[in-house]
């Protein structure tokens, strides 16, 4: 008698929590298929304008779908402008940079982590203190200093300067992984007298292929998108990025939201495929690298 | 194996490109930053030294503290909407199906540049033909206010894209830390019967605390450096209404081509953004920090 009443009691309980955690869970999808909807609108409200004339923009709702979709538009500040100049501009300087900052800040990592010398920890700490200082305060004496050796409107500038600030963060990320790498290949591979850059070459730097390949996709992000330093160093148009290029562009054509919307679209549409195909490797590089911070 | 690891020539060849870099690129120009500070200079003619005087300007320039009382505005927001960060990503860190969809959709808006996102904000704000008023006229709002035109609205009508921008990126780092916390706590927990509301205020808060701390260094910071959208959506006008510390400098340096005075705002910005991080690492330190792994 007595454990029956226990084992009702007991069920009575269970059904009303399921109950609750079912109109929980509800609630909570609700939040964060709204922050989703947050989050997206915006995108792909100017993907849908984008894809209209101005006639369909203004007197159509917002999120109505492009009917005749007006991929002219597309063609059009393509072929206009200097859009596909910044375009392979913002392409090989943010390679170039990627490329610069992934392979030194491996060497570094490596000689910070792997071999013995005094003053390796003031070192490492002189590019985790980097990470502290605003880019802004750093902005006149750069502009004056690239001015008196004439890189001022020269792609070098920005090279140079994407190296040197994102060098930090990926040195931050390195670090964390060459740590947990085992050291006996390559003790063995010294003492079958294998010198240390053959090592590096051979042995560790594929070894991090994988951790490089989350840096070297952050980096890409930094690069792509900056905007200050394109601003300030780079006036002709032959050497702007997309960033800078797409917000003069876009003066000349301040009633074609059509264009505008194209303009945009083009110059996010790289990141958004490169996200498309990354994402996990993108979503685990910036939590590493933040929360070790 | 030791002389090989300890090979001087290497580790030269190894850290002093990325050293030399950092050296030219951060750390002397924040001492040519002090150093300009002291000058009267317009970037192009001879500097005349003025010892102390941009500094002092500084403290009693009306408009640089209007815009210092701007970016701090900006930071006291971000802070408190960290909290909002932290509850979505509880919510999703609750054994949610989709949650990795969830989170990589939050992070969009922070890979995109922030000229399109500008652009994009700017559209959505337009005072005619815009979403927002658009729909605010649908639901029979007559007047629907000139967003950025207006002096009193212009810097909240900024305030939304710039945490719209980084809400995923929070999300993410919160999301990450919280799947760090093991099962078996939440469990333990659970059986000794306590709730959901319980087990995160008591058990999970206290051991991301490391992590929000980071956070709201990173927050407070960022914001109190931040230029990008401000600049290209409104340039802090109208009227200055919504000039913040970065903005100011460059308006200072690049417009009015007093490069003393913008000189004494970067470095005053350095200052500040050092001293918030100190203070704040300082306030929220811990002695004992919890372990559970």
Redesign the interface.
Known sequence: MFSINTRNRHGIAESKAGIVSKL??TL??A??IA??A???F??V??LF?SLKNNQE??NL??LSLPMNPRWENYAKVWSSGNIDVYFFNSVWITVAATLLTVV??S??T???T????KGSSF?LG??MV?M??????????????FSKVGLTDHPLSLI??Y???N??ITIMILLGFYYALPKEVE?AA??DGC???RM?IQIVFPMTSSVIATTAIINM?YN??E??FVN?FISSDNYKT???G??NF?GQYTTD?GA?GAT?MI??LP??IT?LFL?NR??EG???G??K? | ??K?????K??A???L???L??L???????V??AY?GLNDWN?IGAMTFVGLDNYMALFVDATFWNSAGHSLLLALFSGISLILYLV?AM??A?K?KGANL???????????????IA???L??YHPT?G?LN??LESLGVANPPAWLAESSLVLYALFIPIL?QY???YI??Y???LKNIPASLEEAAKIDGAN?LQIAWKIKLPLVME?IK?TIV?AV?GS??Y??LI??MTDGGPNGSSEVM?SY??HQ??RAYD?GY??AI??F??VI??AV?WVIRKLTATKDTIQYS
């Open positions: 929980g869970y909570l999808y939040v964060l922050v989703a947050m989050q997206l915006p995108l409200w100017l304008f923009v203004f709702p917002p030194l800040g060497l570094v490596y000689a910070v792997r071999m013995k010398w070192v002189l590019f980097a502290m200082i605003p880019v802004h305060s750093t902005l006149i004496p750069l502009f004056s200093l140079l300067t190296v040197a600030f060098m930090p003790e010294i003492i010198s240390v850059n590096f992000i792509w998108n905007f200050i300030t997309l960033t800078v797409v917000q876009i939201w505008i945009l110059s996010i990141i958004l996200f994402s993108i979503v910036i939590a590493a933040s929360v911070g | 194996m030791d090989v690891l300890s090979n001087k290497i580790i060849l190894y850290v490109p990325s050293l870099l950092i030219a690129i951060v750390y002397i120009p924040i040519l930053t300009y970037g979505v919510v999703l609750a949610i969830f989170r990589k959709i939050y992070l969009i808006p922070m890979l995109l540049s922030s000229v399109a652009q994009l904000w559209k959505i033909n979403v658009s729909v719209w809400a995923g990126f993410l780092i999301y990450a830390a959901a992590v980071v990173l910071v109190l450096k230029f990008d600049f290209v970065a400098m460059y340096a690049f490069f913008g000189s970067g470095f910005l350095l953004c050092l991080t």
